[in-house]
C-alpha cells in the first residue's frame, strides 16, 4: 500500500530529473567530443588547453574572485548591522526589493548612470575629480556585479547570523573580549557556513556571466560564459561551447564538495 | 553612550547601502518622466514615453509572453514541486534521499549559461521548434527544484501520525493529499509558487539562448533595446514594471509574514 502511492509521486518527478537533469549535461559531455562536422574528436579540449582559453579561465576566475571579494566584504557589515536594528524583517525586505527588479533593467540604469554625462560623472565634476570613463571599463563590470549579487551574499549569512545564539555573545563580552575579538573569535567561526553558501551563491554564477559583460564591459571583459555564448549563438561551434560548458560544470562540482553539503537557492 | 555612537555609524553604513541599492531604479524612474529623450540633463516632464510604451503594439504582446509563461511555468513547476517534496519525502533510504536532494540542486547551481546552452542541445535533438512551448518547458525545468525546496521543510515539520491518522479513517491517496498534507504545506507551496515567479519573470540566460526568432520574452527584448543604446521608452516600461514588482513583493511579504519566516525568501533547507 505505502509503497505504491510512493511510487505514485516518486515517476513523474524522476522523470523531470531524468529529462532536464541528468539528460542536458550528458548531452553537453557529448558534443563536446564533436566538431562542426559531427565527427569524433578530442579537438575541442585540446584546444582549451590553449593560451587563448587559458587566459579567459584565469581571468574568469579572477573576476568572479574579485565580485565575491567585494560582495562579502559590503554584504557582512551590512547585514551584520542589518540583524541589530529594530525592524530588521523590514529592513531585509527592503534589501530584497532591488533584486526583485528585472536583472537586465538594473544594468540597463548604469549604463545611464555609468555614462560620459551620467549621473556619477555629473558628481565627481562637482566635487572637481573632473569627468571619467566609467562605463566599459573593469571597475563598472565589477561595481555592477557586485551590485546584483549582493543579495545572493546577504542572505545566507542573515540567516546564520539570525541562528547565532545571543548568549554567546554577551559570555565573550562578560569574559573580557573586546568587540573585534568577539567578532574575530566567535561572531566569524559561527557564520562561517552562511559566508560560504553566500561565496559560493555568488562565485559560481559570477564565473559564467555574459550579459553584464557585454551591456556594461562592452566587451572588454570576455568571461567563460561570453565565450559559451558566442559558440553557441553566433559562431554555431557548439562543440567548443559544450567543452567550456562541461568545464564549467566540472568547477560547480568541485566547488560544492569543497564547500560542502548544503545549498541555498536564487540565483 | 558608546552603544549610542555605534547606533549613529551604523546607521549611515546602512542608509548608503540602502541609496546604493535603490539608485539605479530611482534614476529610471526619474527619466522616464524626462523630455529630453536621454537619460541625463532633466529638460521637462511628459508623459509622451509612457504614451510610446502603450502604442507599441510589439512591446505590449512581449510583456504579454512574458507574463503568460510566468503564470504557466510557475503553475506547473509548482505542481512538479509538490510531487517532487513528496516524492524526496517519502523515501525512507537517506542516502536515496540525499542522492534525490542533489540532483534536485543541480539546476539551482548549475549556471544559467550552462542550463541554457544543456536544453539547447536538448530541444535540438528531440526536435522541439523553439519558441513559445521551449521557452516555458525550460522555465517549469528550472523552477521546480526551488519549489521543492521551498516545500521540503514544511513536510518535515508535518506530523507523520496525521497521514495515518487519516489513512486510519479510511482516507485514499487523493483524499490524503488534498485536505491534510495539502493544506499544512501550503504556505511553502505559495512561498514556492512565489519564487516560481520571479524566477520566470528574471530569467534571461536560459531564456535567450531557448528563444529562436519570432518569440520574446521581456529580458531579451530589454537586451536586445539596451545593446542599441538608451531609449526612454524603456525607462517608463520600467517604472510600470518596477510597480508591478511592489505588489508581488507586498503579497509575497504578506504571505510569508504569516508563515513567520521571511528569510525563506533567501530559499534555504
Known amino acids: 500500500m505505502r509503497t505504491k502511492s510512493r511510487n505514485f509521486y516518486l515517476?513523474?518527478?524522476?522523470?523531470?530529473?531524468?529529462?532536464?537533469?541528468?539528460?542536458?549535461?550528458?548531452?553537453?559531455?557529448?558534443?563536446?567530443?564533436?566538431?562542426?562536422?559531427?565527427?569524433?574528436?578530442?579537438?575541442?579540449?585540446?584546444?582549451?588547453?590553449?593560451?587563448?582559453?587559458?587566459?579567459?579561465?584565469?581571468?574568469?576566475?579572477?573576476?568572479?574572485?574579485?565580485?565575491?571579494?567585494?560582495?562579502?566584504?559590503?554584504?557582512?557589515?551590512?547585514?551584520?548591522?542589518?540583524?541589530?536594528?529594530?525592524?530588521?524583517?523590514?529592513?531585509?525586505?527592503?534589501?530584497?526589493?532591488?533584486?526583485?527588479?528585472?536583472?537586465?533593467?538594473?544594468?540597463?540604469?548604469?549604463?545611464?548612470?555609468?555614462?560620459?554625462?551620467?549621473?556619477?560623472?555629473?558628481?565627481?565634476?562637482?566635487?572637481?575629480?573632473?569627468?571619467?570613463?566609467?562605463?566599459?571599463?573593469?571597475?563598472?563590470?565589477?561595481?555592477?556585479?557586485?551590485?546584483?549579487?549582493?543579495?545572493?551574499?546577504?542572505?545566507?549569512?542573515?540567516?546564520?547570523?539570525?541562528?547565532?545564539?545571543?548568549?554567546?555573545?554577551?559570555?565573550?563580552?562578560?569574559?573580557?573580549?573586546?568587540?573585534?575579538?568577539?567578532?574575530?573569535?566567535?561572531?566569524?567561526?559561527?557564520?562561517?557556513?552562511?559566508?560560504?553558501?553566500?561565496c559560493q551563491a555568488v562565485f559560481i554564477p559570477s564565473l559564467s556571466l555574459f550579459m553584464i559583460t557585454r551591456l556594461i564591459a562592452g566587451n572588454r571583459v570576455i568571461t567563460l560564459g561570453t565565450a559559451i555564448e558566442q559558440h553557441f549563438l553566433v559562431t554555431q561551434d557548439w562543440g567548443m561551447g559544450a567543452t567550456i560548458a562541461v568545464f564549467l560544470v566540472i568547477v560547480m562540482a568541485i566547488i560544492m564538495l569543497a564547500t560542502g553539503g548544503k545549498r541555498r537557492g536564487a540565483r | 553612550m558608546k552603544a549610542n555612537g555605534g547606533w549613529k555609524w551604523s546607521h549611515l553604513y546602512l542608509i548608503a547601502v540602502f541609496v546604493v541599492l535603490y539608485a539605479p531604479i530611482l534614476y529610471l524612474v526619474v527619466y522616464s518622466f524626462n523630455s529630453g529623450g536621454t537619460m541625463h540633463g532633466y529638460d521637462g516632464f511628459t508623459l509622451e514615453w509612457y504614451g510610446e510604451v502603450f502604442s507599441d503594439t510589439r512591446l505590449l504582446i512581449i510583456v504579454l509572453n512574458t507574463f503568460v509563461v510566468a503564470l504557466f511555468s510557475s503553475l506547473l513547476s509548482t505542481?512538479?514541486?509538490?510531487?517532487?517534496?513528496?516524492?524526496?519525502?517519502?523515501?525512507?533510504?537517506?542516502?536515496?534521499?540525499?542522492?534525490?536532494?542533489?540532483?534536485?540542486?543541480?539546476?539551482?547551481?548549475?549556471?544559467d549559461v550552462v542550463i541554457g546552452a544543456s536544453f539547447?542541445?536538448?530541444?535540438?535533438?528531440?526536435?522541439?521548434?523553439?519558441?513559445?512551448?521551449?521557452?516555458?518547458?525550460?522555465?517549469?525545468?528550472?523552477?521546480?527544484?526551488?519549489?521543492?525546496?521551498?516545500?521540503?521543510?514544511?513536510?518535515?515539520?508535518?506530523?507523520?501520525?496525521?497521514?495515518?491518522?487519516?489513512?486510519?479513517?479510511?482516507?485514499?491517496?487523493?483524499?490524503?493529499?488534498?485536505?491534510?498534507?495539502?493544506?499544512?504545506?501550503?504556505?511553502?507551496?505559495?512561498?514556492?509558487?512565489?519564487?516560481?515567479?520571479?524566477?520566470?519573470?528574471?530569467?534571461?540566460?536560459?531564456?535567450?539562448?531557448?528563444?529562436?526568432?519570432?518569440?520574446?520574452?521581456l529580458s531579451v527584448e530589454i537586451y536586445s533595446r539596451a545593446r542599441q543604446g538608451v531609449a526612454l521608452n524603456i525607462n517608463a516600461l520600467s517604472t510600470l514594471l518596477f510597480l508591478f514588482t511592489i505588489l508581488l513583493v507586498v503579497g509575497y511579504y504578506l504571505i510569508t509574514r504569516r508563515n513567520g519566516r521571511i528569510q525563506e525568501a533567501g530559499a534555504r533547507l
Open chain 2, 120 to 217: 539547447l542541445i536538448l530541444f535540438t535533438m528531440i526536435g522541439l521548434k523553439l519558441g513559445f512551448g521551449s521557452v516555458l518547458i525550460s522555465h517549469v525545468a528550472f523552477s521546480v527544484p526551488i519549489v521543492v525546496l521551498m516545500i521540503l521543510p514544511k513536510l518535515q515539520e508535518m506530523n507523520p501520525s496525521l497521514v495515518d491518522a487519516a489513512k486510519d479513517l479510511g482516507a485514499n491517496g487523493w483524499d490524503v493529499l488534498t485536505k491534510v498534507i495539502l493544506p499544512y504545506i501550503k504556505s511553502g507551496v505559495f512561498a514556492g509558487f512565489f519564487m516560481a515567479l520571479t524566477y520566470s519573470l528574471d530569467d534571461f540566460a536560459v531564456t535567450f539562448f531557448v528563444t529562436g526568432n519570432g518569440f520574446s520574452t
Open chain 1, 11 to 198: 515517476a513523474p518527478y524522476l522523470l523531470w530529473i531524468v529529462l532536464f537533469v541528468a539528460a542536458p549535461i550528458l548531452l553537453i559531455v557529448y558534443y563536446s567530443f564533436r566538431d562542426i562536422e559531427g565527427g569524433w574528436t578530442l579537438g575541442n579540449y585540446s584546444h582549451f588547453f590553449t593560451s587563448v582559453y587559458l587566459k579567459m579561465t584565469v581571468s574568469s576566475f579572477w573576476y568572479a574572485l574579485l565580485i565575491t571579494f567585494f560582495s562579502l566584504v559590503i554584504a557582512y557589515p551590512t547585514t551584520y548591522l542589518l540583524t541589530k536594528t529594530k525592524h530588521k524583517q523590514l529592513w531585509l525586505l527592503l534589501i530584497i526589493v532591488p533584486s526583485w527588479v528585472n536583472l537586465l533593467l538594473k544594468a540597463y540604469a548604469f549604463i545611464g548612470l555609468f555614462g560620459t554625462y551620467g549621473l556619477t560623472n555629473e558628481l565627481l565634476e562637482a566635487v572637481g575629480l573632473g569627468r571619467h570613463q566609467i562605463l566599459f571599463t573593469d571597475f563598472s563590470f565589477v561595481f555592477v556585479s557586485v551590485y546584483i549579487f549582493i543579495p545572493f551574499m546577504l542572505l545566507p549569512i542573515y540567516n546564520s547570523l539570525e541562528e547565532l545564539n545571543p548568549s554567546l555573545l554577551h559570555a565573550a563580552r562578560d569574559l573580557g573580549a573586546s568587540a573585534w575579538t568577539t567578532i574575530r573569535r566567535v561572531i566569524l567561526p559561527l557564520t562561517i557556513d552562511g559566508i560560504k553558501s553566500g
Open chain 2, 79 to 111: 505542481i512538479l514541486g509538490i510531487v517532487g517534496a513528496i516524492a524526496i519525502h517519502r523515501v525512507r533510504r537517506q542516502r536515496t534521499k540525499s542522492a534525490l536532494l542533489s540532483l534536485n540542486n543541480v539546476l539551482i547551481v548549475n549556471p
